[in-house]
């Protein structure tokens, strides 16, 4: 989606006897579609760039129904200076073909009966068509009612720059904000809706997911964590749990307090990933595991504070 500026331009035309006023549109904001989230995390882009291009994606969706307005306005408005601009054109060759047209009458002209005819069908066309533009007024026999008789009236019919300048005016009387564009003097400001967009917590949850991914663990490898974190805690829970008192113990209920005893006594015949790699690594996998954590906690604090 593309958003436009229009621009008010002055040209001055015959020396100063004339200054045409035209609006001119240019492109101010083009806007990627909401899809970019989509592919940015399928081709495993950075999140820094996904949620700049969403957010400009999102910004799109909010300005699309102004953008329309604009230019349904601007259709009309061009329209206009199009038929203003072939109408000083036919007024040109109208001068001409009128000019050729004395001359051709002229009796040494040498310019047959049929080229005369030519020339001034032409000039019918021409001047026919500025009608159309211009609008105009002639009289018709007009039925009325009153007397059951025709009568001679004035019928005036719209031109097409009239017609195309009602339909202008009813979108600058709905969106006044439009007059400020053709040099109208109007208070009405343009809504700015884009700056008030924010990407949604859905989102926002999709691209921390994928920050996560990119600089901590994937979703396998979180599997993986919760599980070594699972079975360090319950050794922890087990080692605790064999320093307790006959008396400790035995206000615990029996079922429960079985649960308990049986479990930690399967644990404790298996061996896990975690007992396995604290063999290995020791006290390191413990720091390995609560650090990232934290990478993770900070990764999610510094995607939601980039997209309040």
């Known amino acids: 989606m593309t958003r436009f500026n229009y621009t008010l331009e002055e040209t001055e035309v015959n020396g100063l006897e004339e200054v045409i006023k035209e609006v001119r549109k240019s492109v101010k904001e ?29 910004q799109g969706q ?38 050729a047209i004395q001359e051709a009458e002229k009796e040494d002209s040498g310019v047959s009966d049929d080229e005369l005819a030519g020339l001034k069908y032409a000039l019918a066309q021409t001047e026919k068509r500025m009608k159309k533009i211009n609008g105009y007024t002639q009289l018709e026999l007009i039925f009325n009612p009153r007397t059951g008789q025709k009568e001679q009236k004035e019928v005036t019919y719209k031109g097409l720059i009239e017609e195309a300048e009602e339909r202008r005016n009813e979108k600058e009387d709905a969106n006044e904000f439009l007059k400020a564009y053709r040099g109208e003097e109007t208070t009405a400001v343009r809504p700015e809706p884009a700056t008030d967009v924010k990407i949604n917590d859905e989102d926002v949850k999709k691209l921390i997911a994928h920050e996560r991914d990119l600089k901590v663990r994937n979703s396998e490898d979180t599997l993986a964590d919760l599980a070594k974190m699972n079975s360090l805690l319950f050794s922890t829970v087990g080692a605790i749990y064999g320093t307790l008192s006959d008396t400790a113990k035995g206000k615990i209920p029996d079922e429960t307090r079985a649960v308990i005893e049986y479990s930690i006594q399967e644990f404790n015949k298996v061996q896990t990933r975690a007992d396995r790699q604290l063999t290995e690594d020791g006290t390191a996998l413990v720091d390995k595991l609560f650090q990232r954590e934290v990478q993770i906690a900070d990764i999610i604090d510094e995607v939601k504070s980039t997209t309040k």
């Open 30 to 58: 083009t806007y990627p579609d909401l899809d970019i989230l989509k592919r940015g995390l399928k081709n495993k882009r950075q999140t820094a760039t996904i949620r700049k291009g969403l957010l400009k994606a999102m």
């Open 62 to 99: 909010a300005e699309a129904p102004i953008v329309q307005i604009e230019e349904e306005w601007f259709k009309e408005q061009e329209t206009i200076q199009n038929l203003q601009k072939e109408l000083r054109t036919l007024v040109d060759v109208q001068a001409e073909e009128y000019k």
